[in-house]
């Protein structure tokens, strides 16, 4: 062969090696890269709409725990305040707390009314006997109660041995220490509610 030839074949099988990587990177490679281009931004799009729902899922989280609380809170006030007198819960709100600080309770009375601020109150007058230290317990677990109440009166008397034994029923289970003198007296408090309209 001579040597025009050999060259010509060469640029000949050159200009189809040419043309074929050309055809492969027209009819296969190219769409792939656009392929994955594309797939590149749909990751990328996907990203950030689970970026924004997992920021809505937060808040939504956030609200509801917002919410829950309110509703918390909401029955914290009712409880507080509520919409109907309830004297028997604060007939067993004053006997339990009485119990728990060995106040004895000799006389109770209940008088409901509405005031001008269109609160209800219950005023709660009662005749106890007991020792200092008890009614002072009674009166600041009385304070810690949930109910919303206000101590209106205090009178308070130093008993006797004798009428102490006299007004416990004749039991001489109770002793009279001299630091804790045994008084009896009167209480006066009140509970409000908001009635209802």
Do not use: C, H, W
């Not at 006997?95 to 609160?119: M, P």
């Not at 709660?124 to 200092?132: C, E, H, L, N, S």
């Amino acid at each position: 062969m001579k040597e025009t030839s050999k060259q010509n074949i060469a640029i000949l099988l050159i200009t189809l090696l040419i043309i074929g990587v050309v055809f492969i990177y027209l009819n296969f490679i190219r769409p792939l890269l656009e392929t994955i281009k594309n797939n590149q931004k749909l990751i990328l799009e996907t990203k950030e709409k689970i970026r924004i729902l997992t920021d809505y899922k937060n808040k939504a989280e956030q609200l509801m725990n917002y919410y829950s609380n309110l509703v918390n809170q909401i029955n914290n006030i009712n409880l507080a305040l509520p919409d109907e007198p309830q004297t028997d819960q604060i007939l067993a709100i004053i006997d339990d707390l009485a119990q728990k600080n060995k106040l004895s309770i000799q006389r109770i009375n209940f008088e409901e009314s509405i005031g001008e601020d269109e609160l209800g109150r219950v005023e709660v007058k009662m005749d106890f006997i007991g020792f200092y230290e008890d009614l002072k317990n009674f009166l600041k677990e009385a304070e810690k109660e949930l109910r919303l109440s206000d101590l209106k009166s205090l009178s308070l008397k130093i008993l006797e041995e004798s009428q102490l034994i006299q007004k416990s029923g004749g039991s001489k289970t109770t002793k009279r220490e001299s630091s804790r003198a045994a008084l009896t007296g009167q209480l006066s408090l009140v509970f409000y509610y908001l009635p209802k309209k």
